[in-house]
């Protein structure tokens, strides 16, 4: 079988939804197609974003919202506990979703604006010619199908495959693939407005283990750790396991996920003919934080924004196409990456002494000043080791990326 669309989105997650919900309701005829059979689920993903990005897009449904958060905690190797409530300074601070729902609600979006959806139908090659994206084959149930398009956006996810076999090197070095493991608990003691961040060589080397409550005694409880970290004995699931044993004994797990995260750079250019790269498949999350909903919205949107003006114009070469990957950049979400890149750097070669006294000089900082740019500043003046552990380079770098 044979078919054409405008658009053809490869991957149904958030980035996915959002440009072919775009797309759609610019009036292009769109093809969204998700290999896994239902939309959202399994949930690979603390849920957790922030108040106000999500604010950019729609005031969320209350079925999306499985808590309101209204502080963060950050836990020091030795125990200590500082406590931020950016509320008291005039900060929203953020919801931990429902991503079943929230996720199918997009799709439903997409499809609600004139979007075709297909499930359970993987992309398996591209159509290549003449060096650009002209569609591709997609694979349902052991069928395979012609799927021709004039742009296609990957929106594959952190495996992306399908911006590689069009010839973008999406290569993740081992060291920048934060490897994760989570269990939904229920039965544990937690404040359910706040959500926990354990950091720790011991606990979670060159991560943290995240607390992100959906309601009474319930919890998304994960920890990330660096790619290069895990060793027999020490997979995430070991440290996690460690972690659950010590802090909730007596809490019931009822889901186990695993996952990737990059907290490498973005890709060095997210367009090629006739081929838009979006959310995790771009490599936008957040090197620091691993949050990557709020990136795949941002980058969905602009890809069906810039691209239909490309179709419309008759040009979706790849410089015709440049204007999403330098508007993304030039915006807030890329200068935090860039931001957040240098600042990772430092943490993941920190000992628990520095990180100890990291947390401890910012728990004494005045919360009416709180921002990332003097959060820093208190930091380095508060630990001057830590600039000599930098370097000049490394200090420049790290605030000129303010
Ligand atoms: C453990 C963990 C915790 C996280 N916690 C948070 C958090 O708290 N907050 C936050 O903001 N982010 C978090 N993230 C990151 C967040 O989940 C992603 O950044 C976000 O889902 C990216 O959206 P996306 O649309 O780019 O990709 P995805 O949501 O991954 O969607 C990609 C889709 O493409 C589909 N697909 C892949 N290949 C093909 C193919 N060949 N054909 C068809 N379909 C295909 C996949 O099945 C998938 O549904 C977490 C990630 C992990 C792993």
Redesign the pocket.
Known sequence: MKREYDVLV???????AFAAKTFAEKGYSVLL????PAIGAPV??????GKALMHEFFKPEDRWVAAEIEKANIIAPDGFKMELEPEKAGAEVGYVLHRKVFDRDLVWMAAGAGADIQVK????TPIMEDGAVKGAILNQGGIAQEVRAGLTIA?????S??ARWCGVDTTVPLREMET?A?YLMTGIDIDAHATEFYVGNNIAPGGYVWI?PKGDKTANV?I?VGGDRCKPGNRPIDYLNRFVARNFPNGKTIEL?A???SICQPLPCTVANNLMI????ARV?DPLT???????LYTGKLAGDVGSKAIEKGDTSTQALMPYDETWRASYLGKALERNYQIKEVFVKLNDDDLNAIVHSVSKMNLSDFNTLNLIKNIIAANPKLAIKLGKAGLKSLLDSF
């Open positions: 490869v991957g149904g997650g958030p980035g996915g197609t998700e290999k896994r690979r993903c603390a849920e957790g974003v139908t993987r992309a398996v929106a594959d996810g952190v495996e495959k399908f994760c989570q992100f994960g990330g996920i996952g990737g995260v979006v959310g995790d498949a999350s691993g949050g990557g909903i709020y990136a795949a």
